[in-house]
Structure formats: C-alpha cells, structure tokens
C-alpha cells in the first residue's frame, strides 16, 4: 500500500536542547539558544495596589538593562480553562463540599519567560563558551532579581522544555498525555482537529494605532464600589468567553542602540524633506522618542505582543470578537492583517522570536513596551498543614492558613480575631465555616451565643449544647481552685467576678475597694490551703464556693474596715453579694461544680440568648464560662483551642472588666488558642474604649463581611481598625464583582491578616447550607429528619435526598415537610 505524505511537513525551529553547567538551553537552528523560566507574575489580581504594577514594571526594566544589546525576552501567560477535581475527603460534610465544586470551569494562568541569546545573522556559528559563560551569569542576576520579587522562578529542564514546545503546538495546558494532530492553515485562522487558532496581533504595524499614553496599569470605572480600581491593562483576558486556551505572547527585542538611533536619525531626516502632513507627524512622532531616550535614559526596543486564541469552531468568533472590542476600548486597534497566522504561531514556541518579520515588530521604548507586558496572576492556595478552604474570586476552593505561617512569618503575632458584619451580611454563615473546618483539626471549640446559630453544626458533630434557662441554668463554681491554681492571675479574675456581683458591668471599683477585696481573696486561699488544719479556727474556710467565700468576706473586710479606720460600704456589699448565697435569687450560679465532662469536650455551646435581657446575670454567666474556657484551655495543652464570643461580649466591654480581658487575650496565646469575637452592630465598636484597647489590640485577624451598610460611617470604621485606602478598596468589591454565574449561594468576606487582606467567597454544598442555616422554618425541617433517622448525618443525607427527588425549590419544600411534622 502506497502512503500518502502530508502536503507540507511542519518544521521545528530548532536543532536540540544541550546543557551548560547542568541546566539545559534550548538551540534555534539558526544557532540562537534560550533558557526558560517558569514564574508566578507577583501581582495579584484584585490586589487594590497600584505599587506592586509599578514595581513589576521597574523590574522588568531592569531584567532588560541587566541583559542589553543583542537579546529577545518572550513573556508568555498561559490563560487555560479547567474543570475542578479535588481529593477524596474521609469527612462527611467535607466530601460533600468537595462533591459540590467537582467539574467547576475555572482559569488557569501559567507564566513563563524565554531569555534568547541572538547570534550574529548570516554568520556560521561557532560555539563560544565564553559567551555562554556570560549568559549564564546574566540568567543567575535574572533568577536572583524574580526570586526577591516573589516570582518563584523555576528554570526549566530538557523534560519540561519538550513538554511546554508539544503543549504550545496543541494548545493544550490542562491533558495529562499531549496528543500531537494535524495543523491546516487557513487565511484567517488555524485548524487544530476540532478546535480553531486565531492569532491577533495587537499593533498594526503599518498605522500603529495605540492611545496616546499607557500606564503601568489602568483602571476601571464601571461601577461605584471599582471606580479608580487599579487593573492590569489587558485585565479583560480574564473574562474573555467560551475559550479552551489562550497565550498572551509578548516580545521585546533589545537592538544595537547606536545603530537603532542612527537609522532614526537618517529617518526623521527623509520624512523632513518632504512637506506633507503625515511626514511631519512622523517627524513629530520620532523627535518625541528621541527625547525620551535622551531625558530618560531608555533604551529603544522592537516590540511584538499577540494574543493566540483556541476555541471550538463554533465559538471562536464571539471570543474573537470580546478580544478585539475589549482591545479597542483600550485605545488599541489590532492588525486586520491575519494571512500569516502560521508564521505568527511558530513565533509563539519558545525561542523563536528570531523568526518575526521585519513588519511585525515596532519600534517603541522599552518602558512604554513594558506597560503592554501582562503582570497579574490569580489568588492561589497556601502551603500549609493547617489550611481552611474558602474560594477563590472565580468561585474555586483555595486554602489560607489564618495562624500558623502568618505567626511563624511575623505577619500576625497572635491568632485572635474580630469579626464585623451588619444583619444578613452573610456573618452567621461566615463563622460556621470557619468552625466546621476548625473541627477537622485537633482543635477544641467552645461557642458564647446569642442566637441559635450553631446548633446545627453542634448536633453533627454531637457536641455539648448548654441553654440558659430558669430551671437549668448554667452553673460554675470558679472559686473551687486547687492549691497550685491559685496565682496572681486567678486572683484577678476572682476579684473581676465579685466587682461584677457588687457593682454592675459598668461599675468600677475605688482604690480602696480593689485593695481590700485583693486583701480578702489572699487570705481566703492562704487559711483554706496553708493554715494547719490542726489548729483551731472556726473561719478557715473548709469548701472552697462562693458560700464560703461569702461569710468569710463579710467577717474579714469588717475587721479590716475597723483595724484600718476605712470607708468601705460594707451593709451594700454584704446585701447586693447575698443574692447570689444558696438559698438566694441566684444562688445556684456559683456555687455548684461545673460539668466536668466540659473540660475533655471538643465542642461547645453555651446559648444564653434568654439572658440578653438580665443585666445581672448576663456579664455574669459571660465571664464564667470564659472562665471554664481557661481552665479547659490550661488542661489540653495538646490542643488548639477557640473562644468564640457572639454578640455576648457587650455584657462584659466595660473598665470593669478592661484587665480580665487582657489577661485572658494574653493567656490564650501562651496556651496556642484565639478568641474570636463577633458583632453586627457598628454603635459597638465605635467609641467603646474597651473594644479599642482589649479587643482589637489583641486581634492581628479582621473579618469583615460586606460593608455597604457602613459606607457613609466609614472613615471612622477604618481608623480604628487602621484600614489603608488600598485595603478599602479591596473591602468595597465585596460582593460587587460579575463571578456569580453557575455558583450555588455564596457571600464574601475580607480576611486581614496583619496589615493586608483578601477578599474570599464562602460558598458550601447544600448539606453545609442546612447545617448552617439560621432560618428557624429550615432549622425545624432538619430537625425533624434528625429525630425521624436518629442521628444528625443520616437526617441531613435524607433530607437532600427528599428534596431533590421532590423536584421542588427549598424553601416549598421546608413547608411541606413542617406542615408533616405538625
């Protein structure tokens, strides 16, 4: 059988890869040789900053004066759409999380940059290792200049060079095997089996129709919250539809600059000689340059930059389209001359800029060339073993450690958090979240809530939920320590706690007061724990309570009072302490040994909605069960530990109370734990010294949900949470960028870590919603399933099962299941 042959066989451009001290260099066969790197652009998308556009600029500027005369840089991003596959999780609701992205498009960028050493034209090359010497010394200035600008370089080796030339050829950055098919030219585009290649040239060289000026970046203005935000120039690659793969494909060329500005000199004076219009806007415009290279010390460069499209055959017109009239809106408007689409796409492989025509380079400087380079890149995940998934801006899982790395890095210097959000803002949701994903850690999880809003996620993992009521309150007896307990710390809280019984939450003590009372507290613990029990002393206190604690205050501050001719209102101390004695109103708070099971529990919930109201109790049960979170804190030290204070900690942000919460924002820290405090209401923390001075002082973490409500108030919000511009900025797109088509519910939040902060989404699977859900009609209809199967899991897997198959939306489907169950 004859075979056929193809009708014109595809050339590479090279002759093979060698190695010069152990790194490969790729040979052109014109004898040219490059080095490839791959690199992450160091500015990130949404950042908010204009510095870091300009500071990427600068340093482009400086890899092409680092290199000089007789070199091509080829800058190519790799824009790549991919289908989300995340790993097995052995954690219900964590498979479920990752069941619900599985498949999610989403855009890869992948950064890579081609150093090409030119060698004289029309000349037999002659190997010189002295000039690869002299290369190799210019990539390691390179290499050095990226990795202190956060690029991550990674040089390419022979393996990954022959991989990134197959993927460029196929157009295919996302298949594990790269498959090699037929490429059929066409006059305006490319074949590539089923898929079409465009290549779109951004500058016709022939008219150059570019804006008069260009930046380093530019910025959007389409809606109030992204007007003035800082974006790359070609952001909107982004955003271009239906596309299967695209590569940017920049070039700079750095020519012999003597004889560059000679032939412009010998230019302006041709174009002078003649009097016409467009010769003396030529003249014009070559006189600018001159002068730039002049004043400005640049150099003058041949610039190249395409965009090489891939996309379904049917599709490809309408992402063409996007490109062009995104372009044009730019001020650029991009050659019609696409006969050489071949040509250009093999100028697009690695290396091979030596193959651009004459007409397809212009002249320009090397700082105008460089603001058309692309600097951006996407949020990424962290690397970490302690990693808490929100996503990313696009809708995809990425991972940020909120402590470990930020704490070793210096970035935070404690793990506590604020947690700011008005009604519906999404905050409830945010911090269930959070929690959840606490819970897979070794971490124990102690809640102060006000609202019913983790009783879900506490029934699933089958912790402790603990409701104020009349007939079971909640009960402590902090002055039950045992001897090696009892320190200058303890002894402060103690004295906290009876300031709060005698005086309120917005009580404060004299100084007197707060002597007599440290007085009293020392020797209490010194007679019950180093008196000889053998002595007579019917006022050694034998049971540590507040009981005992009480007689024996009142006996002890009346001697002191008449020892030390005093004032000490004794008669409102002993009548205002007496309630909280057996017997009394309250007399079971305090005296009664807390549930000893709590101090080996890994989750709790304290709900004391029902105390909200009781200025008494409220501040009261507040500060013990942050107490029994210390003592917990002290006995699990092999354990992360979080304190997680809803709207509860009003009742104890007073003066009162200033020193205790010091003391235990200190001590969490020392015992590798954080308190979380959260709020809504924006009167809270404006003019609340407490909060200034204790909370926020001692909280190096901010999340904030969105903050629309508090614009107009925000200059005051931003102060006292030290909030840059920039970081307003990136605070106001919350929930204001177009990323919400094909996403399930999700709201975003701005987490601060130190001094700076990202915007993420906090969007979960439908099993996570219900979990999580404080609407009391979805609460009952889980609940409901709860009882019906017996445990949490098997009631929530059967009610989406329920609901799916009813074909109905949730909220039809939570009434009819809670009209079932009446």
């Known amino acids: 059988m004859q075979r056929t042959s193809p009708k014109t066989e595809f050339r590479m451009p090279y002759v093979g890869i060698d190695h010069f001290h152990g790194e490969a260099l790729l040979y052109g066969d014109r004898g040219d040789f ?27 500027l400086n890899t092409i004066k680092i290199l000089g005369e007789g070199y091509i840089i080829q800058k190519q991003d790799v824009f790549s759409r991919m289908q989300f596959q995340s790993e097995v999780a052995s954690e219900f609701l964590q498979q479920k999380y990752a ?59 022979e393996k990954q060079i022959h991989q990134l030339v197959s993927r460029i050829l196929t157009m295919d950055f996302t298949s594990e095997n790269i498959v090699l098919d037929n490429i059929a030219a066409g006059d305006t585009e490319l074949k590539l089996g089923d898929r079409a290649l465009r290549n779109i040239s951004l500058i016709n060289t022939d008219v150059i129709d570019l804006p008069e000026t260009v930046s380093t970046y530019t910025q959007r203005q389409e809606s109030r919250n992204l007007r003035d935000f800082p974006v790359d120039n070609l952001f909107f690659l982004h955003h ?61 460069v041949h610039a190249h930059f395409n965009i090489l499209l891939c996309a379904d055959h049917k599709k490809i017109g309408k992402a063409a389209n996007f490109i062009e009239a995104s372009l044009f809106q730019l001020g650029i408007i991009p050659s019609r001359n696409a006969y050489n689409q071949l040509e250009l796409f093999r100028t697009a492989l690695p290396g091979n800029g030596v193959e651009i025509k ?67 803002s999404g905050k409830s949701f945010f911090m ?7 819970c897979r850690y070794n971490m124990d999880v102690v809640i102060v809530d006000t609202g019913d809003s983790y009783s879900g996620l506490c029934s699933y993992y089958k912790g402790k939920y603990i409701t104020y009521t009349e007939e079971k309150p909640i009960s402590m007896n902090p002055f039950a320590l045992s001897r090696k307990e009892f320190n200058l710390e303890k002894k402060d809280f ?33 007679e019950h724990f180093w008196l000889d029990p053998g002595e007579q002393n019917p006022k050694r206190p034998e049971k540590l309570d507040f009981d005992s604690f009480y007689t024996y205050s009142v006996d002890r501050i009346r001697n002191i009072t008449e020892q030390e001719s005093i004032s000490f209102d004794l008669d409102e101390y002993r009548y205002v302490l007496r309630k909280f004695h057996t017997g009394q109103e309250f007399g079971t708070v305090l005296n009664e040994t807390a549930d000893s099971s709590l101090f080996t529990e890994k989750f709790i919930v304290f ?103 508090f614009r107009e108030n925000y200059d005051a ?98 009434t009819q299941v809670n009209k079932a169950s009446l």
């Not at 490059?34 to 340093?59: C, M, W």
């Not at 269930?432 to 606490?438: G, K, M, R």
């Not at 005086?503 to 010194?526: F, M, R």
Request: net charge neutral; hydrophobic share 40%.
């Open 240 to 300: 271009v539809p239906d596309y299967s793969c695209i590569i940017y494909n920049q070039l700079i060329e750095i020519p012999g600059q003597q004889q560059t500005l000679n032939k412009l000199e010998l230019k302006r004076k041709r174009h002078s000689g003649v009097p016409d219009p467009a010769n003396l806007i030529c003249v014009e415009d070559i006189d600018k340059l001159l002068v730039d290279v002049a004043r400005e010390n640049q150099l003058l």
């Open 607 to 709: 709900e004391i909605d029902n105390l909200k109201e009781n200025k008494v109790l409220f501040p009261i049960v507040t500060l013990i069960i942050m107490d029994v979170f210390l003592q917990k804190m002290r006995h699990r030290k092999d354990r992360r530990k979080a304190l997680i204070v809803e709207e509860a900690w009003k009742a104890i942000a007073s003066p009162l109370m200033a020193s205790y919460l010091l003391y235990l924002y200190k001590t969490v820290r020392k015992f590798w734990g954080e308190v979380v405090v959260v709020t809504q209401e924006l009167g809270d923390i404006l003019g609340n010294p407490i909060v200034k001075d204790s909370i926020l002082a001692n909280s190096d973490t901010i999340c904030l949900l969105d903050q629309s409500k």
């Open 99 to 157: 069941e619900h992205f599985k498949g999610r498009e989403y855009t890869q960028i992948t950064t890579y940059l081609t150093i090409t050493k030119l060698v004289k034209r029309n000349a037999f090359y002659v190997h010189d290792p002295k000039a690869l010497a002299e290369f190799t010394q210019q990539l390691d200035k390179l290499f050095d200049l990226m990795q202190g600008a956060g690029m991550m370089p990674e040089r390419l080796n």
């Open 432 to 438: 269930n979240a959070l929690v959840e994903q606490y």
């Open 358 to 424: 004459k007409y397809d380079w212009f002249l320009t400087t090397s700082d105008a060339a460089i603001c058309l380079l692309f600097k951006e890149a996407l949020q990424t995940e962290e690397n970490s073993d302690f990693l808490i998934r929100f996503t990313d801006r696009q809708g995809i899982p990425i991972g940020i450690d909120p402590a470990d790395v930020p704490m070793r890095t210096g970035r935070i210097n404690n793990r506590s958090k604020f947690t700011l959000g008005p009604s519906g």
């Open 717 to 814: 919000i931003a102060k006292l949470l030290s909030i840059t511009e920039t970081e307003q900025r990136k605070i106001f797109t919350i929930n204001q960028l177009e990323n919400k088509e094909k996403r399930g519910r999700f709201k975003e939040v701005y987490i601060r870590r130190g001094t700076t902060g990202e915007v993420y989404g906090v969007e979960v699977s439908i099993y996570q919603y219900l979990c999580y859900t404080t609407e009391k009609p979805e609460k009952s209809a889980v609940e409901s399933y709860v009882r019906k199967q017996g445990n949490y899991r098997d009631g929530l897997t059967a009610f989406v099962e329920d609901l799916k198959s009813s074909g109905l939306q949730l909220g039809e489907f939570v």
């Open 494 to 526: 103690l004295k906290t706690l009876i300031a709060l019984l005698w005086k309120g939450a917005d009580g404060q003590l004299t100084q007197i007061e707060d002597t007599v009372l440290s007085n009293v507290l020392s020797s209490y613990y010194y």
């Open 34 to 60: 490059s080095a490839i790197f791959k690199l992450r652009n160091p500015v990130t998308q949404y950042g908010a900053d204009p510095e870091p556009y300009t500071a990427y600029h600068n340093l482009l």
